[in-house]
């Protein structure tokens, strides 16, 4: 007994005992109560009609389990003997911290508005300027609520708010240099989306990268590459540098050449342009539209000139590959041979 009743920074260890008991107490309640919503009211909110009930429950569980956490440290902390300044610093640091879970559920809350009703809404409409607003939308919501909730905290933990603007303002400039790359970053993006060089789901060349556009920020903008790799560009590098928008183009052009050996005559090389006009109009995702003509004497070859156009939106590679594989299918099936570089030497007896 003697042990606990010594004083330790102005309470007896029992007293610290005690508060301790009282926080771990309020974060087993904590627990309870995460344990009670995710298996009841799930499981109920799961048979009910709505979808609603099931998102409320999913985005409210972590910050109510913070709460009893953030109110058990108070309680637990107001028990003990404690100087005046302590008490204010530790009163405000609590305001401060129930302000920040509040903002945390109501980002949590557009989180899952955006997921779950605006997002799949913006997919069902024909046109795509919904589908790059509404990343802006959702960071800009969030940046909001933070940006009030970290001032409104402020002032409830008794900082006096119009100083520390005033100071904000006092060093404007200094703030303005450094952030001057965001602001151009910002100003890039507002003019991607006004200009609209290429939207979601293109494929662009810029910066010397090729790929996809998966998103376009407020700062910057990612890129799916043709090997699969997320490539993040700053919106003023994009904006300020040549793009190519690829899926802008109605169709592909795809031009080849087929050099055939000399000992073809007219009859097989007539054959040969029909035969190729056939698989263009018969592969799926090529228009029937094609040019096939005999184009030049070669060195060595008869040369063919096929162009055909590859319909947007349908894979390139699918499309050359079975006209290629058709290509020598048939032309070993009619005897139409292809040329390739030879060289004859005469050999003199002496």
């Given at each position: 007994?003697?042990?606990?009743?010594?004083?330790?920074?102005?309470?007896?260890i029992l007293?610290?005992?005690?508060?301790?008991?009282?926080?771990?107490?309020?974060?087993?309640?904590?627990?309870?109560?995460?344990?009670?919503?995710?298996?009841?009211?799930?499981?109920?909110?799961?048979?009910?009609?709505?979808?609603?009930?099931?998102?409320?429950?999913?985005?409210?569980?972590?910050?109510?389990?913070?709460?009893?956490?953030?109110?058990?440290?108070?309680?637990?902390?107001?028990?003990?003997?404690?100087?005046?300044?302590?008490?204010?610093?530790?009163?405000?640091?609590?305001?401060?911290?129930?302000?920040?879970?509040?903002?945390?559920?109501?980002?949590?809350?557009?989180?899952?508005?955006?997921?779950?009703?605006?997002?799949?809404?913006?997919?069902?409409?024909?046109?795509?300027?919904?589908?790059?607003?509404?990343?802006?939308?959702?960071?800009?919501?969030?940046?909001?609520?933070?940006?009030?909730?970290?001032?409104?905290?402020?002032?409830?933990?008794?900082?006096?708010?119009?100083?520390?603007?005033?100071?904000?303002?006092?060093?404007?400039?200094?703030?303005?240099?450094?952030?001057?790359?965001?602001?151009?970053?910002?100003?890039?993006?507002?003019?991607?989306?006004?200009?609209?060089?290429?939207?979601?789901?293109?494929?662009?060349?810029?910066?010397?990268?090729?790929?996809v556009v998966?998103?376009?920020?407020?700062?910057?903008?990612?890129?799916r590459t043709?090997?699969?790799?997320?490539?993040?560009?700053?919106?003023?590098?994009?904006?300020?540098?040549?793009?190519?928008?690829?899926?802008?183009?109605?169709?592909?052009?795809?031009?080849?050449?087929?050099?055939?050996?000399?000992?073809?005559?007219?009859?097989?090389?007539?054959?040969?342009?029909?035969?190729?006009?056939?698989?263009?109009?018969?592969?799926?995702?090529?228009?029937?539209?094609?040019?096939?003509?005999?184009?030049?004497?070669?060195?060595?070859?008869?040369?063919?000139?096929?162009?055909?156009?590859?319909?947007?939106?349908?894979?390139?590679?699918?499309?050359?590959?079975?006209?290629?594989?058709?290509?020598?299918?048939?032309?070993?099936?009619?005897?139409?041979?292809?040329?390739?570089?030879?060289?004859?030497?005469?050999?003199?007896?002496?």
């Amino acid at each position: 007994m003697n042990m606990l009743t010594k004083t330790f920074y102005m309470n007896t260890i029992l007293e610290w005992l005690i508060a301790f008991g009282i926080m771990l107490l309020f974060i087993i309640l904590g627990k309870i109560i995460y344990r009670f919503t995710t298996n009841v009211l799930k499981k109920l909110a799961k048979k009910s009609q709505t979808k609603l009930d099931d998102i409320l429950i999913d985005i409210v569980e972590e910050p109510l389990v913070t709460v009893f956490v953030v109110v058990g440290i108070w309680v637990s902390l107001g028990s003990l003997n404690k100087t005046e300044n302590i008490d204010e610093l530790i009163t405000g640091g609590i305001y401060i911290a129930i302000v920040l879970n509040i903002a945390w559920f109501l980002s949590r809350f557009v989180d899952a508005m955006v997921t779950n009703y605006l997002r799949p809404m913006a997919e069902k409409t024909p046109g795509t300027m919904d589908d790059q607003l509404l990343p802006i939308v959702r960071k800009g919501l969030k940046f909001t609520i933070w940006s009030i909730a970290i001032l409104v905290g402020l002032n409830n933990a008794g900082y006096n708010i119009g100083a520390l603007l005033a100071g904000l303002g006092i060093g404007g400039l200094a703030f303005a240099m450094a952030a001057k790359d965001t602001v151009a970053n910002l100003f890039g993006g507002f003019t991607i989306f006004v200009d609209k060089p290429f939207t979601v789901g293109d494929r662009i060349v810029t910066n010397g990268y090729d790929g996809v556009v998966e998103e376009i920020g407020l700062r910057s903008t990612h890129i799916r590459t043709l090997q699969g790799r997320i490539v993040t560009i700053a919106n003023a590098d994009v904006s300020n540098n040549p793009i190519e928008n690829i899926s802008s183009e109605p169709n592909r052009k795809i031009s080849i050449t087929l050099g055939l050996t000399y000992d073809m005559d007219e009859k097989k090389i007539a054959q040969t342009i029909q035969i190729l006009e056939n698989i263009i109009k018969e592969t799926k995702g090529v228009k029937d539209e094609s040019i096939v003509g005999f184009d030049s004497f070669g060195d060595f070859s008869l040369n063919i000139s096929l162009i055909y156009y590859v319909i947007k939106g349908e894979n390139i590679t699918k499309a050359k590959n079975s006209i290629n594989l058709n290509i020598l299918k048939q032309f070993n099936k009619n005897g139409i041979d292809m040329a390739f570089p030879t060289q004859t030497l005469l050999m003199q007896k002496q």
